[in-house]
């Protein structure tokens, strides 16, 4: 009779498991639904819910042209609200988002507000001593992609070891990742490491900017192992996958929604002589070079406002038009395999940048031997399943 028992309880415990497990699943299922129907709404959108950390403190924000309150900046949105704004730090591209991809970035006066603006690119990537000796708080608010080699994750990284050592918390005003429905790409390996990927994560890896801030600090990827003081605010209802236009373009060339969707997988042209639209209307769009076959598209970068250096100036490129397919949701090495072997020089073809775009020197010796893209992306899976365990830790959001 006891043996009975024990069994009658033992199955009324895995029954309940399953019911809650079941309720678990079918809650997740109903926010998931709710957050479909209504309005995404960035962190920064929530004023209530940070503003009180920064009233009677020195705020410095780390922004750009992306950050923004119903296309008012968010300096502009704070200094009506008198918070004591001391100064603003600019990543890649600039404060207001102009400068061209790579080109250099002064430190300036931001003309509206009077605000000193302090450039971290280039050789000044983070925020010194000097930097931060009137600052109490750092408030980061910027657009990502979701990219590994956007430069805005480097930036965050030398903000959040700034804040660090320098014993200053950070905030930052989480916004949706617009590449967050598949995870792909090799994970970067330490021998690669640069300012366009700082930490072992793959090219596209399914955070937002404050998931990833999170996954900075939780893992100790900061110089010395230090942690921030970090809090993050998050993006209201939102879910990972959710589509997610951005109301202003990220950097000048990415332009559209097509463009950041495309850009995981054309990035990796820009280690290579193949142009990826730079000097045209329609950057990240589409691909091509003068020695591929004329097969009827064709496009001449000239210099412009976001490109002023294009790969092939005033060259004809032959190549394929982008900006009307479905974007894979996947990195697509297809285009990368088939241009390498119309290439009439292969020894031409990769350049030095390209190695630490992919993250490892694995890719392009798997390209060069004539492996296939199920046998390249076969490589990557262990160390995909190892991130996931990771990234798991740190997610906000379904």
């Known amino acids: 009779m006891q043996v009975k028992n024990t069994y009658l309880i033992l199955i009324l415990l895995l029954l309940v498991s399953f019911s809650c497990k079941s309720s678990d699943k079918q809650a997740d299922t109903f926010k998931k639904n709710t957050a479909k129907s209504l309005p995404i709404r960035p962190g920064a959108y929530q004023l209530h819910s940070y503003l009180p950390l920064l009233q009677g403190k020195r705020v410095a924000v780390v922004g750009n042209q992306t950050s923004e309150i119903n296309g008012v900046h968010l300096v502009d949105t704070l200094v009506s609200l008198q918070i004591n704004i001391v100064k603003v730090f600019a990543p890649e591209h600039g404060f207001r988002g102009q400068a ?39 408030l980061f608010d910027i657009q990502d992609v979701g990219v590994r080699f956007y430069t805005y994750l480097s930036t965050l990284h030398y903000v959040l070891e700034a804040g660090a ?24 390996q330490s021998d690669f490491i640069s300012f366009v990927g700082l930490h072992p994560v793959p ?11 999170r996954m900075i600090n939780g893992e100790h990827w900061l110089k010395n192992g230090v942690q921030a003081t970090l809090k993050v605010i998050p993006v ?9 236009k951005l109301p202003v373009k990220p950097s000048p060339n990415l332009p559209n929604y097509q463009s950041v969707r495309l850009y ?7 280690g290579t002589d193949v142009s990826v639209g730079r000097g045209t209307d329609f950057p990240f769009q589409v691909y ?38 479905t974007p894979p949701a996947e990195i697509h090495l297809q285009w990368l395999i088939e241009t390498y072997k119309q290439c009439p020089d292969t020894l031409t073809y990769f350049n030095g940048f390209f190695n630490r775009l992919a993250g490892n020197e694995t890719l392009q010796q798997m390209i060069k031997a004539g492996k296939n893209t199920k046998q390249i992306k076969k490589t990557w899976q262990n160390d995909l399943n190892e991130f996931k365990k990771i990234r798991s830790k740190y997610l906000i959001y379904n």
């Open 100 to 138: 061209s991809a790579g080109e250099q970035v002064n430190n300036s006066i931001d003309i509206k507000t009077g605000l000193p603006i302090i450039s971290l690119y280039g050789k000044h990537k983070k925020p010194t001593r000097e930097d931060l000796k009137n600052v109490d708080v750092l």
């Open 264 to 270: 995981p997988s054309l990035c990796l042209f820009e």
């Open 288 to 325: 091509g070079a003068p020695w591929l076959p004329d097969t009827g598209f064709k496009f001449i970068p000239r210099p412009n406002a976001a490109s002023k250096w294009p790969k092939h100036q005033e060259k004809i490129c032959y190549g394929k038009d982008l900006k009307q397919i």
């Open 165 to 188: 050592e320098h014993d200053i918390p950070v905030i930052v005003l989480d916004r949706p990742n617009p590449n967050s429905d598949y995870i792909d790409g090799p994970v970067m």
């Open 203 to 213: 090219i596209v890896y399914a955070m937002t900017i404050g998931e990833y801030a």
């Open 236 to 244: 209201q209802n939102y879910y990972h996958g959710a589509v997610y």
